[in-house]
């Protein structure tokens, strides 16, 4: 199973979306995939149409006990959900003094390592305790960039705390790649900040650029992903590149 996180500790930044779309793009090829929403807002849960306030169990009783199997929710044949709500705020108070916190994601995951083709997980606009539980047992982390609000200085924070947990906790961890998302070239994104971005990332820089557009927002609100809700848009055709540009710098090949 490969583990995928979506990061920027910048909110708003389109990282729920995309893990949304990602999960609906591997789950139409047929990939078994787990989601997890590790971010306490629940927006990823809310996404698959559960009610995050009837929700007894969620990633935090995971995390407590080193097991996510009994608290996942099939969403489909190829889609279990490990949900959240705002129970999991506790987590970043109730770890603080546990010993190997940011590892709790990566024994808890153990169980079903042979279960799931890939996993997706959501994170909070945070560094936090659950931010770093994730990137601790992923192999790959994907940072979405807005286009024209980005700071090269919030971009090196996270840059500096992948760093640090690759030497500390996760050495096999690695930086998939930066995309552009909300993107209008016209209006935001000037060919200086361009070049700018990629003498930056180099060829950390995706080729994909996920352009405005209001399908994708209108999507989680029908419970529906962007392949099921407007397979034409110009929003499904960017998540499709995007999973196929993940798919072929990463060889994720379906087995
Ligand atoms: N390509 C796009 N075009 C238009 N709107 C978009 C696009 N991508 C995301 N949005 C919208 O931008 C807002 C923020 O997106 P999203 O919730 O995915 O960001 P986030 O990084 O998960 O936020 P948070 O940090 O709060 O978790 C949402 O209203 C979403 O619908
Ligand atoms: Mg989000």
């Known amino acids: 199973m490969k583990k995928i996180v979506i990061a920027n500790n910048k909110g708003g930044v389109a990282k729920t979306t995309s893990v949304m779309n990602l999960i609906g793009y591997f789950s139409k090829k047929k990939y078994k995939v787990l989601a997890i929403d590790l ?8 996404s698959f149409g559960i009610d995050l306030q009837k929700l007894s169990d969620t990633v935090y009783d995971a995390l407590k006990e080193k097991n996510v199997k009994p608290y996942l929710i099939e969403v489909n044949s190829q889609i279990d959900l490990l949900p959240s709500n705002l129970d999991l705020e ?12 940011e590892s709790l994601l ?3 995951l153990a169980k079903v390592e042979n279960e799931y083709d890939i996993c997706i997980i959501d994170t909070s606009p945070s560094l936090s305790t659950l931010t770093l539980n994730a990137l601790t047992c992923a192999d790959l982390v994907y940072i979405p960039l807005r286009s024209g609000y980005f700071e090269m200085r919030g971009a090196s924070v996270l840059l ?11 050495p096999k961890l690695k930086i998939g790649g930066v995309f552009l998302t909300q993107y209008n070239g016209r209006v935001n994104m000037t060919s200086e900040i361009m070049e700018q971005l990629e003498s930056y990332f180099g060829e950390t820089l995706m080729k994909t650029k996920i352009r405005n557009n209001i399908s994708l927002v209108e999507a989680p609100a029908l419970m529906k992903n962007i392949f099921e809700y407007k397979p034409n848009s110009n929003g499904a055709k960017d998540y499709e590149e995007l999973a196929k540009e993940i798919i072929k710098r990463e060889e994720i090949i379906k087995s």
């Not at 807002?41 to 809310?46: A, I, R, S, V, Y």
């Not at 506790?90 to 916190?101: K, M, P």
């Not at 500096?160 to 996760?170: Q, R, T």
């Open 106 to 108: 990566k024994k808890a």
């Open 160 to 170: 500096e705390v992948i760093e640090a947990i690759k030497e500390d906790l996760n």
């Open 39 to 46: 971010d306490p807002q629940g927006n990823l849960t809310d």
């Open 90 to 101: 506790r987590a970043n108070l109730d770890f603080v003094s546990t010993l190997g916190r």
